[in-house]
């Protein structure tokens, strides 16, 4: 792929917008189809893939102006349906056309208070841009109206003015609501529970805050600085942050309710131990789980090599088993941690891979090698226990199984041999089972995720579960999708003990 | 955050500390352990077993060596310091039942974490008979309060400079010979010492309990780093831990795993002494 570099993409904007300004409120179906998709200025690969910051840089204000004006304002608004937490799509993007990013900014706020977390890691070509009537059109979903990068621009417009407008929270009402986990769904409980003026309490069993946001997602993709801000309006709203606090261990569940008066709780722990292949080698050293690679690399900031006390592996050639955007963060950590090689072996084929596009073909610029139709038989190490190779196999695709895709299937005797020493395993996680450990009451499934009803509560009164301790593994949209709706059966709850008591006092 | 409102030094090597934590003295048990960090931005996570409680103060209490980066500085730190992270308890509990007679063998360090578990076994009634080990006499930790809670007292060194001039295994086959044989053994120790006193007890086929102390990074059951082989399973110390049965535990396998970072952190611990000497240097 090849890109034109941010000055370009700048200049050409700002060329445009001069010829569709004037008429903007006369634009027809017709030349709205016309404007073309801006693309998102980006780093260079090979500069990036040797630090840290920020691949994605952002569409100027022309930029995010004339791809706002591609929006058809459609009256059935498929884009919101399928968004997991309904922002008004049209109306923010309308307003962005017309330069008002203020209003714009506010129409997202009464959805999400996440913007900038969400305009850069959602999913947003399988949700609201998968529907979206322009891409229909165009016949490629790639040619959607790019809403995930006009929120992005949005939040980071706001951000940048350094006046971040606080939600309004109604009237204090004395109930009180325990978060367990400050990953996304914990965030947008916190803050649909506190605009309803619930006191509100998030307990995170890390040093800092964001979860997955902060110990999963690297810094190049979602930087920890815009973490930091978006937690902040949840702290300016009145939001209680406690880290280092384990709930299950540092205080039981139920004790939470039952001596520290909590009216309900929210269950967000997120995803839990890591799976392994169950092949030969995996103990080895310089085998690592994609989460305890990235927990080094991310949250313990290992990449800081001169600063931080946390060691991470030193490796020249890696193998990432896996396919998902996990594999491919992986990939792309190994590469700027100082690999030389970098290889993801996959054993279906690219389509079948659940990875975003973008971040495959981030990847790929990058110089990550995909292996495709290959996976992984034994690890061997040398005298010393450490990883030397990696035996694969070659496979091929047969009939479709249970999830729709073809089924690899294994070619007999194509072993060969990958010369790796460092072997990252991205295949997904079980489930945390702290929460179910320590609180036996809670019903969980045969993989030990908690089992919820349609309004995500649990078999416990008073305690909501959602995001991934519910999903399984997911993404970071579902999560909150999860939350929001958790956050309204709370609502609801806490609004019927008021009514209540109102009456019994009466 | 976590104040440090005691400080001593055991012996050259061994500190014990004791930090306002009231959350986790309350909520403690034998065999828990905490996760602290001295730098809330670049510090690592380190496990270290709560060697004790005190529900009335709030605090634990914490025994260790210095053996890296962080317990160094750790070391270093005062009454009225504070440690910026400090998480827990962690891991299972010790099961404790009346078992009959047990033998407690401690190495090194690895008497702290025994202690509270030797307590509550004595307390549940059980006969305990305590061996405890070290290199050299200056190395032998928690004397007086073992002894006070042990039927039976064993002290053995490497170099027979105090107690007997043996490996705790010695003394702990003798006691498997005997008739009736113990009912259980509990060791903690250095890995090695685990592994061969599990091996000592094999062919006398005596439950032998293990504690490991693994490369952990969130010890909460997300990251994987901290896993074991027991039996043909996978294992993780911080959730499913850290005790286990020392007969089917893969010791080799977690020496090597626990080197993993050696030659990294021994280039970092010197670049980070050279640089403490010129701090010095600069100073005068």
Known sequence: MSHLSPEQLSDEAKKLIVEYIEKIDQLKTKDRMKIPPQEMPQQDPEIRS??????????????????????????????????????????????????????????????????????????????????????????????????????????????????ISIPEVKPETGKKVAIVGSGPAGLVVAADCRREGHHVTIFEAFHKLGGVLRY?????????????????????????????????????????????????????????????MGIEGESLVGVFSANEYLTRANLMRAFDKGHADTP???????????????????????KRLGAKNVYVVYRRTEVEMPARKEEVAHAKEEGIEFYFLQNAKRIIGDEKGRVKEMECLRYELGEPDSSGRRRP???????????????????????????SQTTPQINVNKWGNITVDETQKTSVDRIFAGGDIVLGAATVILAMGEGRRAASAINKLLAEDIEKEKVSSN | MSKIIFKKQLSKDVFMMRLDAPLIAEERSAGQFIILQIDDDYGERIPLTIADADKKEGSITIIFQVVGKTTLELSEKNIGDNIPTLVGPLGKPTHIEKFGTVVCV?????????????????????????????????????????????????????????????????????????????????????????????????????????????????????????????????????????????????????????NSYKDIEREQHSCFLEQEIKNKEALQ
């Open chain 1, 50 to 163: 040797h630090n840290l910051e920020e691949v994605a840089l952002g569409y100027t204000m022309e930029q995010a102006r004339i791809e706002a004006m591609r929006c058809l304002q459609c009256v059935k608004k498929n884009c919101v349906e399928d968004c997991p937490v309904k922002i008004d799509i049209p109306r923010f993007i309308d307003h962005i056309a017309h330069g008002d990013f203020q209003t714009a900014s506010n129409v997202i706020k009464e959805a999400s208070l996440l913007p900038a977390i969400c305009g850069r890691v959602c999913p947003q070509e399988t949700q609201c841009q998968q529907s979206c009537t322009v891409g229909k059109a165009l016949k490629d979903v790639d040619k959607s109206v790019a809403i995930g990068r006009l929120e992005r621009f949005i939040a980071d417009w706001e951000r940048s003015t350094g006046k």
């Open chain 1, 216 to 276: 999963g997602i690297p810094e190049f993709r979602l930087p920890n600085d815009i973490i930091d801000k978006e937690i902040d309006t949840l702290k300016s709203m009145g939001v209680e942050f406690k880290t280092n606090f384990v709930v299950g261990r540092t205080r039981k569940l139920t004790d939470l309710m039952d001596k520290d008066g909590y009216n309900a709780v929210f269950v967000g722990t997120g995803a839990g131990l890591p799976m392994f």
């Open chain 1, 312 to 334: 991470i592996y030193k490796s020249k050639n890696v193998a990432v088993l896996g396919g998902g955007n996990v594999a491919m963060d992986s990939a792309r950590m190994a």
């Open chain 1, 409 to 435: 299937v294994v070619i007999p005797h194509s072993e060969f041999i990958l010369n790796v020493d460092t072997v990252i395993v991205a295949i997904g996680n079980g489930s945390n089972p702290l929460i």
């Open chain 2, 106 to 258: 401690g190495g090194g360090i690895g008497v702290a974490p025994l202690h509270p578990i030797a307590q509550a076994l004595k307390k549940t009634g059980n006969n305990i008979i305590t061996i405890i080990g070290a290199r050299t006499k200056d190395l032998i930790i928690l004397e007086d309060e073992m002894k006070t809670i042990a039927d039976e007292f064993i002290i053995c060194t490497d170099d027979g400079s105090y107690g007997r001039k043996a490996l705790v295994t010695v003394p702990l086959k003798e006691i498997c010979e005997r008739d009736p044989k113990p009912d259980m053994v509990i060791a903690i120790g250095p890995p090695i010492m685990m592994k061969f006193c599990s091996e000592t007890t094999r062919p006398f086929g005596v439950f032998t309990q293990v504690s490991l102390n693994t490369i952990m990074v969130d010890g909460t059951g997300m990251c994987g780093g901290c896993r074991v082989n027991v039996g043909k399973e996978i294992k993780f110390v911080c959730v499913d831990g850290p005790e286990f049965d020392g007969h089917k535990v893969d010791f080799d396998n977690m020496m090597s795993r626990l």
